[in-house]
C-alpha cells in the first residue's frame, strides 16, 4: 500500500492508474464527508462519477453515484462433490440446459417469464420487505428474479487445482435496480442544486444523512441490495439442478456469496462510518470470496486478510482495461475464438467487448492484493455463457 496524498491509499501504483481515473479518485478523496481516507484497489478504472474498484468512507452523507446503478452486483460460486472425470467429454449439451434454465440478455428476452416456485417464494419475500409498491417503479420486476443480464454478466463451470468442478456466476440486482439507482442519482442532483456547495462533477452529488431523501435511498438500497443476492441463489439453484440433469449424482457442498458493489455501516478506526464499496468486496479476516478475472483466464476463491487500511476490502475482478467501444475496434472474432479455445461457449459478435484481453490481468491484481487476501483456489474455466 501506498499514499496518493493525504486522503488516499492505493494498492496500485499511481502511475499504473489512468490519468482520468487517478483525477477521479482525488476529486472523490476532496469529499468533505469523507473520513478518512478513500482505498483503492488494484483493478482500479475510470467509473461515473467514483472510480470503479474503491472503497469509499463517509462520515453522514453517502454518493448514490459511488454505489452506481448494478446495486448488489457481485458473485456466487459453489463447489460441487465432481471431479473433471465426471463431466461428459462435450459440454455442449449442459451448456444449452443452463441456456434454457437462466434467461440471458437484456430487456423482455432476458426475463424470466415461467417464475419457478423458488423464484415466486423469493418474489413473495422480497415483495413482503418492501417499504414501496415497486410494481410502480417497474411492474416487471419480479420476472427479472432468477435471470442473468448482459454485459459482464456471466456463468461458468470451472476446475480448481484439484480438478474438481466448480459453477461460478456474476450477476446484480437487473433493470429494477438499476431504475431505483438512477432515481436517487438524480434526486442527489436536485438536492446539491438546492444547496450553495459547488461540486467539482454533479456526479458526486450526495444524499445527507437523517433527510427523508437518504432515508428513502436506504431503503431502497437494502432492497435492491437484497433482490440481487436472492436472484444470484435463484440462478445458483438452477445452475446446479442442470448439472444434475446432465450428471445425476452431482452435489452441492459449498457456497460462497458476495456483493462488490453496495453501502453499508461498519467500524473503522475505532468511528461508525459508511462503507461504499465501487466494484471491492468485504473481506474480513477469515471471510470468503470470489474474485473473478474475464473470460478465457483465472477466477480466485479467497479468504481475508482484514487489512485495515483498505476497510477489510479486496477487489472485486480484474477491471476493464479499455472501454467496450475500443474493444471492439481492436479485437476480431478470429481473436475472440484463439483466446476462447478450449472453453465451452457460444460466441459471437454481440460479446466482442468482452474479449479476455479487453480486461486487466487478473494474476497481476491478485498479486497487488497479496496483504488484502489469501488465495485458497484457483479456478479455470471450462464452459461461459454470456447475454448479449
Not at 33 to 61: K, N, Q, R, W, Y
Request: glycine share 10%; hydrophobic share 40%; proline share 5%.
Amino acid at each position: 500500500m501506498e499514499r496518493i496524498g493525504p486522503k488516499i491509499a492505493s494498492w496500485i501504483e499511481p502511475e499504473a492508474i489512468e490519468p482520468a481515473a487517478l483525477a477521479q479518485l482525488e476529486r472523490t478523496a476532496r469529499l468533505p464527508f469523507v473520513a478518512p481516507h478513500v482505498a483503492v484497489m488494484p483493478d482500479c478504472h475510470l467509473g461515473i462519477g467514483a472510480t470503479v474498484g474503491s472503497v469509499i468512507a463517509t462520515e453522514g452523507a453517502i454518493v448514490p453515484a459511488a454505489v452506481g446503478v448494478d446495486i448488489g452486483c457481485g458473485m456466487v460460486a459453489v463447489r460441487t462433490n465432481l471431479a473433471a472425470g465426471d463431466l461428459p467429454d462435450s459440454l455442449a449439451t449442459l451448456r444449452t440446459r443452463i441456456e434454457r434454465a437462466i434467461p440471458t440478455g437484456v430487456g423482455t428476452r432476458g426475463r424470466n417469464h415461467r417464475l419457478s416456485p423458488g423464484a415466486r417464494a423469493r418474489a413473495a419475500h422480497l415483495g413482503g420487505t418492501s417499504a414501496r409498491a415497486y410494481a410502480d417503479i417497474d411492474p416487471t420486476w419480479p420476472e427479472q428474479l432468477g435471470s442473468l443480464g448482459g454485459g459482464n454478466h456471466f456463468i461458468e463451470v470451472c476446475l480448481d487445482e484439484a480438478d474438481r468442478v466448480w459453477l461460478v456466476l456474476h450477476s446484480g440486482s437487473r433493470g429494477i435496480g438499476n431504475k431505483l439507482a438512477a432515481r436517487h442519482i438524480k434526486e442527489a442532483k436536485k438536492q446539491m442544486d438546492k444547496g450553495t456547495v459547488r461540486l467539482e462533477d454533479p456526479d458526486l452529488a450526495s444524499l445527507q444523512e437523517g433527510s427523508p431523501e437518504f432515508d428513502a435511498y436506504m431503503r431502497d438500497l437494502h432492497w435492491a441490495q437484497e433482490f440481487a443476492r436472492l436472484n444470484r441463489e435463484e440462478m445458483m439453484d438452477r445452475l446446479v439442478t442442470a448439472l444434475r440433469e446432465e450428471v445425476p449424482h452431482a452435489a452441492e457442498v459449498d457456497r460462497i456469496n458476495c456483493h462488490h458493489n453496495f453501502t453499508q455501516r461498519e467500524e473503522h478506526f475505532g468511528r461508525t462510518l459508511w462503507i461504499t464499496r465501487k466494484g471491492a468486496i468485504q473481506m474480513k479476516k477469515g471471510q470468503r470470496g470470489v474474485i473473478p478475472g474475464s473470460m478465457g483466464t483465472r477466477s480466485y476463491i479467497v479468504s481475508g486478510r482484514g487489512n485495515a487500511d483498505a476497510f477489510e476490502s479486496a477487489p472485486h475482478g480484474a477491471g476493464r482495461r479499455m472501454s467496450r467501444g475500443e474493444a471492439r475496434k481492436r479485437f476480431t472474432m478470429e481473436d475472440l475464438e484463439r483466446r476462447m479455445s478450449g472453453i465451452e461457449s457460444r460466441l459471437r459478435p454481440s460479446i466482442l467487448d468482452e474479449h479476455p484481453d479487453s480486461y486487466k490481468d487478473i494474476d497481476e491484481v491478485m498479486e497487488r492484493s497479496k496483504d488484502l487476501v489469501s488465495i485458497e483456489h484457483v479456478l479455470r474455466q471450462v464452459l461461459n455463457v454470456k447475454g448479449d
